[in-house]
Antibody, heavy 122, light 106 residues
Framework: QITLRESGPTLVKPTQTLTLTCSFSGFSLITRGVGVGWIRQPPGKGLEWIALIHWDDDKRYSPSLKSRLTITKDTSKNQVVLTLTNMDPVDTATYYC??????????????WGQGTLVTVSS | EIVLTQSPGTLSLSPGERATLSCRAS???????LVWYQQKPGQAPRLLIY???SRATGIPDRFSGSGSGTDFTLTISRLEPEDFAVYYC????????FGPGTKVDI
């Protein structure tokens, strides 16, 4: 059974760096075709893709956020960590991590965490 | 970056009716990379369709996807009460983008 859970601060101040951890179980990030992505959703708005890391450590970033993002994986801990620098109130959103497997769901995210709401405010 | 446009923004229908949702891309998208999700209030998105037309595990056959190039469609053949939600399309070419969503309400 695949599960993912996001953890991190619920409140950050403007200009601070956000660090979120996705802890997962039920799959391995060394399996060919598997990836973990981050997607966010501002309150009442649509989905925005942020970053994606693949089994082979290939990393992809949203062009609009690339300069502020880092995604890493720790396969021994079954975790993926996202950092987003220079936080701004417009970054207030629910942040989701999600699983993808090319062999099972193509380029879709088939398992999602429950999401964590991050508010940016002084 | 490929921009996805979804129409209509809101679709008002009744249970039992057919829903047809459109997703149009600003440039051609490989059908292999076109995905649809359903999202209900307070919940994470749920994968419905991948590869433009393949249903994800556990998705009822009233959901179907079609299309190619720049035009893709999600069809719900007979709306059930639990289908009233927001639907997003997503593509993953050189980058990954979501459409703005279509709300299906009663």
């Amino acid at each position: 059974q695949i599960t993912l859970r996001e953890s991190g601060p619920t409140l950050v101040k403007p200009t601070q760096t956000l660090t979120l951890t996705c802890s997962f179980s039920g799959f391995s990030l060394i399996t060919r075709g598997v990836g973990v992505g981050w997607i966010r959703q501002p309150p009442g708005k649509g989905l925005e893709w942020i970053a994606l890391i693949h089994w082979d450590d290939d990393k992809r970033y949203s062009p609009s956020l690339k300069s502020r993002l880092t995604i890493t994986k720790d396969t021994s801990k079954n975790q993926v960590v996202l950092t987003l620098t220079n936080m701004d109130p417009v970054d207030t959103a629910t942040y989701y991590c999600a699983h993808t497997d090319l062999a099972v769901a193509g380029t879709g995210f088939d398992y999602w965490g429950q999401g964590t709401l991050v508010t940016v405010s002084s | 970056e490929i921009v996805l446009t979804q129409s209509p923004g809101t679709l008002s229908l009744s249970p039992g009716e057919r829903a047809t949702l459109s997703c149009r891309a600003s440039q051609s998208v490989s059908a292999s990379y076109l995905v649809w999700y359903q999202q209900k209030p307070g919940q994470a998105p749920r994968l419905l369709i991948y590869g433009a037309s393949s249903r994800a595990t556990g998705i009822p056959d009233r959901f179907s996807g079609s299309g190619s190039g720049t035009d893709f469609t999600l069809t719900i053949s007979r709306l059930e009460p639990e289908d009233f939600a927001v639907y997003y399309c997503q593509q993953y070419g050189s980058s990954l983008t979501f459409g703005p969503g279509t709300k299906v309400d009663i």
